[in-house]
């Protein structure tokens, strides 16, 4: 069954977008969408925002003067997303439903679908991502970002967690937060390659993650952001990041 994180809204808020892993997060992903033009603020575009959360993402496309629809199964999410909004004067088109059944009944074609950080959270992701690129416009584009198998194995090396990797890397308690189900890269650019040209990529947190004194993370804030916008789009940090970004245009 795929996650809806409305049990926990507010704990999910808090702790994905108030630490220092949520802020840059979107920070880097901003950076990378901004390369594509979407602060190009006189080519206004219709965006899919899927699995949007609180709308962090679907505020700040909203911002650029775009045609922002959001999609969340948390109620709770996105009345704080709306709330932002009104208190913005921004307009979006904030809706209650899963990914599938959005997708399923929609006729609307989007000039890019966003989708952050919501495959490790779905029972069958190659068909979200199917149902997705029906969504996009002929030549539209795909935001995707997935928790990386590469990166959660590298990490649980370098800790010695040996028993666990031993075990699938799956523990019998789950951690509220802590998705479970890692991506293996290789896979998502072999689902990607069907349908899409794969465009850009790049390393979430390949550096912050990886620092030994975490007071740095906060102190340190924008010495860590400058460095993973320097060396993060490139391999191996790539391949390092807690997340993948990809950017792909339809074929």
Same mark, same amino acid.
């Given at each position: 069954m795929d996650r809806s994180f409305e049990p926990i809204a507010d704990k999910f808020n808090k702790n994905i977008y108030r630490t220092s892993k949520g802020r840059l997060? #979107? *920070?880097l992903l901003k950076a990378d969408l901004t390369e594509f033009k979407l602060t190009d603020h006189s080519a206004p575009l219709s965006i899919l925002d899927a699995g949007c959360g609180s709308g962090e993402m679907a505020l700040w496309l909203a911002k650029q003067g775009h045609q922002v629809t959001a999609v969340d199964l948390s109620p709770s999410l996105l009345a704080l997303g709306a709330e932002q909004a009104q208190q913005q004067?921004? $307009?979006v088109n904030w809706l209650n439903n899963s990914i599938q059944t959005f997708c399923q009944h929609n006729e609307h074609l989007y000039d890019w679908v966003i989708c952050h950080a919501v495959f490790e959270w779905v029972d069958d992701p190659q068909a979200v991502l199917t149902l997705l690129k029906n969504q996009l416009k002929p030549g539209g584009y795909l935001s995707l970002m997935f928790f990386n198998h590469t990166a959660k194995l590298f990490g $649980? #090396? #370098?800790y010695g967690n040996f028993d666990y990797i031993d075990a699938g890397m799956q523990v019998k308690k789950q951690v509220s937060l802590n998705p479970q189900n890692a991506l293996k890269p290789e896979q998502v650019y072999?689902? #990607?390659e069907t349908n899409f040209k794969l465009l850009h990529k790049r390393g979430i947190r390949s550096i912050h993650d990886y620092i @030994?004194?975490?007071s740095l993370w906060q102190?340190?804030? *924008?010495?860590i952001l400058k460095k *993973?916008?320097? @060396?993060s789009h490139t391999e191996p940090f790539i391949s390092l990041g807690k997340y993948i970004h990809v950017i792909a245009q339809k074929k």
């Open positions: 997060r #979107l *920070e004067g921004l $307009n $649980n #090396l #370098l072999l689902w #990607l @030994y004194d975490r102190s340190q804030f *924008e010495q *993973e916008l320097a @060396y």
